[in-house]
């Protein structure tokens, strides 16, 4: 998806520079929420204010959302089949090794310091690991996180 | 199955979309906190197949999302969750655009993501781990698992593919 929405904004209708294509997602990874979807959002609003903003809310979740209900229905109306169980179960071994694969790549950017592995690890325990509520674990983290990086750059 | 509450799953997921730095993904492991072990409303199975369906549809990664509102509650969690991921964000990212359109490399900004980036990926290898153990059962789940991980890192497949193997796979008796 990524890849599409840099081909068609950067190459082809030229919206953006390469180097303001960057440092929109990177500010769209900031925010809550979906990256792309976000990246889409600062887009329409840039180009034509609220009316793009929902013309990109609308363009990502319209036909989506239709789709994954209608598959929604197939799954209820099917998933007792044996065939579709070893289907999905294939499935989702697989879509589980993608989102590993994902956040193996993240985190081959990190810095070779031990203080940012450490949030990585104390992250992945509290919530992975323990199974404690997010808001608890993100309320303690992203403050320290925050502090430590900003301490560490001067 | 309890009956579902969709307000509560509403807020429960608004609170999530708000938290949700660095992708949808590291807000995985509460979502299936919530409905699958507080709640009951679906089981692990389903949260899992849900996840694995919507990687497999056009769009957004996010949209599994929307098919566990459907899992929980049909039309009305569908909507409920759906609203919960777009409202939240929207509002963030219009706010900030307004805010910081001149100065995007700002010292604090950086700070920022640089803070954040570790932990959202310790939350994303959550995701990750959550899934993992309510998906595979014995070793053949995991070497599929283990195979897809080897071919993302080593090469540019279409995950699409990766994803239809698995089903093949699958299908074929081997998980």
């Known amino acids: 998806m990524l890849f599409w929405a840099r081909y068609v904004l950067v190459e082809r209708r030229r919206w953006f520079t ?60 099917y998933e007792h089949l044996p ?20 956040g193996l790549k993240m985190a081959s950017v990190l810095p070779r310091r031990w203080r940012p592995w450490l949030f990585t690890a104390l992250a992945f325990i509290g919530v992975g ?7 608890g674990v993100l309320g303690v983290l992203a403050p320290f996180g925050v502090a430590a990086a900003w301490w560490e750059k001067r | 199955m309890d009956r579902p509450d969709v307000p509560a799953l509403f807020l429960h997921f608004l609170m999530l979309s708000a938290m949700a730095v660095g992708g949808t993904q590291t807000v ?25 369906l919507a990687q497999a549809a056009p769009g957004p990664n996010v949209m599994y999302v929307t098919l566990i509102g ?30 910081t359109a001149r100065n995007p490399g700002a010292p604090f900004g950086r700070a920022l993501r640089r803070g954040l980036a570790p932990v959202a990926i310790g939350l994303t290898l959550a995701s990750a781990w959550v899934l993992v153990r309510s998906v595979n059962h014995d070793w053949h ?20 593919w990766l994803i239809a193997a698995g089903a093949t796979a699958g299908m074929a008796g081997l998980v």
């Open chain 1, 83 to 102: 065939l579709v169980q070893q289907a999905l179960s294939g499935m989702s071994a697989a879509a589980v090794g993608l989102l590993i694969a994902n």
């Open chain 1, 129 to 135: 690991a323990l199974r404690w509520p997010l808001i």
């Open chain 2, 70 to 99: 459907w899992q929980v509650a049909g039309w009305s969690g569908a909507i409920a969750t759906t609203l919960a991921l777009v409202i939240p964000s929207t509002a963030f990212t219009l706010l900030f655009t307004r805010l």
């Open chain 2, 141 to 160: 789940g995991y070497l599929i698992t283990l195979l897809t991980v080897a071919i993302v890192l080593r090469t540019r497949t279409n995950p699409l």
């Open chain 2, 28 to 52: 995985m492991p509460d979502m299936y906190r919530y409905v699958v072990d507080v709640q009951h409303w679906i089981t692990s199975k389903q949260f899992a197949d849900a996840y694995a």
């Open chain 1, 18 to 77: 390469e180097r303001e294509f960057v440092e929109t997602l990177a500010m769209g990874q900031l925010l809550p929420g979906p990256n792309i979807f976000n990246l889409g959002l600062m887009i329409g609003y840039r180009h034509a204010g609220f009316a793009g903003a929902f013309a990109a809310i609308a363009g990502f979740m319209g036909w989506p959302f239709l789709i994954v209900i209608g598959i929604g229905m197939l799954y209820a109306r």
